[in-house]
């Protein structure tokens, strides 16, 4: 970092603490803008290969869950071109309804990384879609760093620029999103973001149109990517908000956000999943809102130029109370009638946190949705976590227009990050830029070699003993003091701050570096485990079952699995599936929840009636997976007593102790369940006789032999952690199906339960 | 002739058995007509009675019951929570006719009442509410449970939930009924308007306090630490304060107490204020010595606390491989 020295003042020679080499002018000033741009090269470097861990431990592939669904819209959109993509109807998505995919979704990404693709292939670069999908979020990570660069440089200088975008190349909170293969919406959304905020605040700064048409332009790119773009369609205006009422209202503040806001919106109408919800729902009123308020406020202004101060006055006042009600009584009528939608769903939970639970399990059934923990924060941040309260109130001290845009944008999204833990992603960027405020400040001032002109500790001037025996500063003295400028005297108190900063720095590196390496770089499809000798090894079951499922099955089977593993198995085995990730509908999802939390003799209908071929279950029982369906039960539960309330019950699948068990004490529902049945079928048979421990929950699962009579075993990964079973179809000769089970096994019918249980499905099946 | 004997007696005993129930059904609605709120006062005999059926003689009428532990010495918090809540509930059903309101009653049952039914349905905590749906006629149930419990942990205690799930399984839906109170009229618009004219009043001393940057300042640094310590997973997961042995820290990654995160808070809010001091109150300390004491302190304040929230981050999250000078 280049430490620009001030000059000194004029005819007075300036005290250093260390020797500096002499270098002119003009050297200094190339000199930093080839570090500038070399620090920049090299810290984008960094940012893409810390995230690269992935890649180089397995393969190039892509990771999770939701990206497995855009991997597979982007090789639409590559292979059959964009107006198939536009219009695709998927009829293999929530079987048998199929899902229009077009218009639901948000093509941002899938978009850019086609754009990527046929540039690449037009320069004759035959990269495969698979390779531009993994490599598009570290890509843009880089990216992201360059942009932090420029924000930064505007609420400071260049060189707190540099050390903010070498926080955010490296800091976990955003790696975890953007490793490669994680291909999803916030790979390229927080570039967007960092872009649209930078453009934004130099069009403040200078009342640029063309910037904030530029800004305009990278928002309508945002909203087109990502759902979090409602965060800038109210940051934007809260900051216009709080400068009005500040009174720091001016032409380029008009400008700039009039101009920001009409393109902006009309940009954000041309998405086909948003199109007229910028005019329709309260997420966007504040943003219309601050646009009417600022016309009103502009006008004001030209009739105070035309009309007598007193007057003025009263004018104002009636004016803007008339103007406040009005807006307020147009506002209420529209919501109470129906045209505006209220403060609903998603961006409504986070303000009334318990509203999730209550009305959409679907949603705060999702891990990414829960609330976090204080140690997430450090896990995510370090020691920026820290640094940030003081790099905001080192705005507060300077507090020009674009510091208020970082008190505000700090505030909000602790709020967020504290929420949900996804949102941990919206706080980084401003805690990176907030950090190197602080941190560059101490920088500076601790290695700034200019001694202070005056030192009341040693200077024998500074005190002279008056009359009355009293200690005073005389006058000559005390206007040295006025002149002089604060500064860090002993060199020794230079190295005490400084070797510090720079070890936490070191520390900082290496933080980074083991969180990315431990906790980020999971593709989740495929596991990283260890041999009893310590060697690695690799656990492949997800992607041997789905092979499977592609290789043996016929190509029109319908799977049925929790809504997890939809995009993965449309993804990888190209199957039909009952329900994917995209929380399209929770009766289709509560349905599948009914067939795992109910028994043989009612799923089976239901399994019938969809045409379910195969059922999936993931088990970590043996392996100890803790992410496996038993431990997602409960939810899968909630979630079909939401629609069928008398038939599933959640206390039933507890103990009469109220606890969650597997064990021999576990409830009677709970045995029977499919679930319960699919997990454990066969398992107690590994241990030959000994105790059968379920790895994940610690508790020994009773040797009594699950009976599977309407499904049969199909499939089980080497470790056991996904299982596929087939669902037989109706008997031949009308027998119900635990009979010929019964009768393929050689076994004597008993009379009592099971032949209740043939009835019961005759009957269903009649009716499928 | 034996034969149609035989049915002529079994006839005869199926009307009994029918005039039996309604005289229980008359019973029960006289009571509930008595009842203040429409809710009839149960103890275990009369519970038994109200929700029996058996083949012979099916309950052609529905019942709500809630089994509460309202007497003092119970100490049941949500009991008294919940009592008004249904109250309400049974009140609107009162304006029913009365030909509806026989075909669905409202019972209370109170744990001192009625242990007998507690021990028998094995009930450790209160309130609980049943529903138990008809046995007999056009809105019959087919389902083997003898009744449906309402589930307050998803539900909670709010009218309008209760409202709705009793409404649809009543005869027909019927509208909540608030007796009118003419307090909230006048309260309200009082409120308002003397809250308009005390801002006005008090304004010359309001407005310096809202432009006030110190103000603002600390309200703004106060609210980022506060949610960045995890205050908003205890508002919404309800943490313990602490440990039951007293201790601070909670074990686990994502498990946390209310006075760890306030430990945290401070914590943080020690590291933030060592950094302003050093970087922006030192320098402007004009004496070397008194600098270089500050400067000393103040790194060394921060580089002992990061190094006690390095060990406390490690002993949350035990796989993590770093330390700084502090075990």
């Known amino acids: 970092m280049s430490t620009p020295i001030p000059p000194g003042p004029a005819g007075r020679e300036v005290k250093l603490a260390y020797p500096i080499p002499k270098i002119s002018k003009t050297t200094l000033i190339n000199t930093s803008a080839l570090l500038r741009f070399t620090i920049l090269t090299v810290i984008s470097a960094a940012a893409i290969a810390s995230r690269l861990f992935a890649v180089v431990r397995h393969e190039s592939i892509i990771h999770e869950f939701d990206p497995w669904f855009n991997y597979r819209a982007s090789k639409v959109l590559v292979n059959e071109g964009f107006y198939e993509f536009w219009n695709w109807f998927d009829p293999t998505a929530w079987y048998p309804l199929g899902r229009v995919v077009g218009g639901t979704i948000y093509p941002g990404l899938m978009v850019t990384s086609g754009i990527i693709y046929n540039v690449l292939h037009y320069l004759n670069f035959p990269v495969d879609i698979r390779n531009v999908c993994v490599m598009l979020a570290p890509a843009f990570a880089g990216l992201t760093a360059w942009a932090t660069y420029l924000f930064t440089c505007e609420m400071a200088d260049e060189s707190t620029g540099l050390l903010a975008a070498a926080f955010m190349g490296i800091v976990p909170g955003y790696i975890s999103r953007s490793v490669a293969g994680s291909y999803d919406n916030e790979a390229i959304a927080i570039f967007l973001l960092m872009f649209t905020f930078y453009l934004w605040i130099r069009a403040a700064k200078t009342g640029s149109a063309f910037y904030s048409t530029l800004s305009a332009i990278f928002y309508g790119w945002m909203v087109a990517a990502w759902g979090g773009y409602v965060f800038i369609t109210n940051m934007v205006p809260l900051h216009v908000f709080v400068l009005v009422l500040m009174g720091r209202f001016s032409n380029r503040i008009y400008t700039a956000y009039s101009s920001w806001y009409v393109i902006g919106t009309l940009a954000s109408m041309q998405v086909p999943f948003v199109g007229f919800l910028p005019v329709r729902t309260s997420e966007h009123m504040a943003a219309l809102g601050v646009f009417g308020l600022l016309q009103l406020v502009a006008f004001v202004g030209i009739v105070r130029r035309l009309v007598p101060d007193k007057q003025f006055q009263s004018l104002l006042k009636t004016f803007v109370v008339l103007a406040f009600t009005v807006a307020l009584a147009v506002l209420v009528l529209l919501t109470t009638s129906g045209w505006i939608a209220p403060w609903t769903g998603r961006f409504y939970s986070l303000w009334d946190t318990g509203y999730a639970k209550i009305h959409i399990p679907i949603i705060a059934s999702v891990s990414e949705h829960q609330p976090t923990a204080w140690p997430s924060f450090f896990f995510d941040l370090e020691m920026l976590i820290f640094l940030f309260p003081a790099g905001v109130f080192l705005c507060f001290r300077e507090l020009r227009d674009e510091h208020l845009f970082i008190i505000i944008y700090a505030v909000l999204s602790s709020y967020f990050a504290g929420v949900m833990v996804r949102l941990m992603l919206v706080i980084t960027p401003v805690v990176c830029v907030s950090a190197a405020m602080a941190f560059s400040t101490l920088l500076k001032t601790y290695m700034d070699p200019v001694v202070p002109s005056i030192d009341m500790d040693t200077d024998r001037d500074s005190v002279i003993i008056d009359e009355k025996g009293e200690k005073k500063t005389p006058r000559a003295y005390a206007e040295k003091v006025k002149a002089s400028k604060p500064g860090i005297y002993g060199l020794d108190t230079r190295l005490a701050v400084l070797t510090p900063l720079v070890c936490s720095l070191v520390m900082f590196v290496y933080h980074c570096t083991w969180v990315t390496s431990n906790a980020y770089s999971s593709p989740s499809v495929v596991l990283a485990s260890r041999n009893a000798d310590g060697s690695p090894a690799v656990i492949d079951d997800f992607r041997s079952a789905y092979k499977w499922l592609r290789e043996n099955t016929e190509e029109d089977a319908v799977i049925a699995s929790w809504w997890d593993y939809g995009y993965q198995i449309a993804g990888f085995s190209n199957r039909t599936t009952l329900v994917d990730n995209s929380e399209y509908g929770v009766t289709h999802i509560a349905t599948v929840g009914k067939i795992m939390a109910t028994d043989e003799a009612t799923a089976y209908p239901i399994l019938r009636k969809h045409d379910v071929d195969y059922l999936l279950v993931i088990f970590g029982g043996l392996i100890g997976y803790s992410g496996d369906d038993i431990n997602k039960f409960l939810w899968m539960v909630r979630i079909s007593q939401g629609i069928w309330p008398d038939e599933i019950q959640e206390p039933n699948y507890f103990t009469p102790r109220g606890e969650y068990k597997m064990d021999a004490s576990a409830s009677p529902t709970m045995k029977n369940s499919l679930m319960y049945k699919m997990s454990y079928y066969r398992f107690p048979d590994l241990f030959g006789g000994g105790q059968a421990v379920d790895r994940v929950r610690q508790q020994v699962i009773p040797n009594t032999p699950i009976e599977l009579n309407v499904i049969e075993e199909a499939f089980t990964s080497e470790n056991w952690i996904v299982r596929i079973f087939a669902v037989k179809k109706e008997d031949d000769i009308g027998r119900g199906l635990p009979e010929s089970t019964a009768f393929a096994k050689g076994t004597k019918l008993k009379k009592s339960k099971s032949a209740k249980v043939g009835g019961a499905k005759k009957k269903g099946s009649q009716k499928a | ?327």
């Not at chain 2, 809540?85 to 009162?94: A, D, E, F, I």
């Open chain 2, 1 to 327: 002739m034996k034969f149609s004997l035989s049915s002529l007696a079994g006839l005869a005993s199926l009307l009994l058995a029918a005039s039996a129930q309604a005289s229980t059904q008359d019973d029960f609605l006289a009571e509930a007509n008595a009842a203040p709120n429409g809710i009839i006062k149960l103890d275990s005999a009369s519970y038994e009675r109200l929700v029996s059926s058996s083949p012979g003689s099916p309950r052609n009428y529905s019942v709500t019951v809630v089994l509460t532990a309202l007497p003092e010495q119970f100490k049941c918090q949500p009991c008294h929570v919940f009592d008004p809540v249904y109250k309400t509930v049974g009140n609107s059903w009162k304006k029913a006719s009365r030909e509806e309101r026989k075909d669905h009653f409202f019972g209370q049952l109170d744990f001192s009442d009625g242990q007998a039914v507690f021990a028998k349905l094995g009930l450790q905590s209160a309130p609980n509410l049943q529903y138990f749906a008809p046995k007999a006629g056009p809105r019959k149930s087919d389902s083997k449970q003898d009744f449906i419990t309402y589930d307050f942990s998803r539900n909670g205690f709010g009218l309008e939930k209760l409202h709705n799930w009793q409404s649809n399984l009543a005869p027909h839906p019927f509208p909540i009924f608030t007796p009118f109170n003419p307090i909230p009229y006048i309260v309200i618009p009082t409120t308002i308007i003397g809250g308009i004219i005390g801002l006005y009043f008090a304004s010359p001393y309001i407005v310096p306090f809202i432009q006030s940057k110190a103000i603002w300042q600390g309200a703004c640094l106060v609210a980022i630490l506060i949610f960045t310590s995890g205050h908003m997973w205890n508002r919404i997961r309800g943490a313990p304060y602490q440990n039951r042995d007293g201790s601070v820290f909670a074990q686990g990654f994502s498990q946390q107490n209310v006075i760890e995160t306030q430990v945290v808070g401070g914590i943080y809010g020690l590291l933030a204020f060592s950094a302003v001091a050093l970087a922006s109150l030192a320098p402007k300390m004009l004496g070397s010595y008194r600098q270089r004491f500050a400067v000393y302190i103040w790194i060394g304040v921060m580089i002992f606390v990061f190094s006690y929230l390095v060990k406390v981050f490690k002993y949350k999250n035990g796989g993590y491989p770093f330390r700084l000078f502090l075990g």
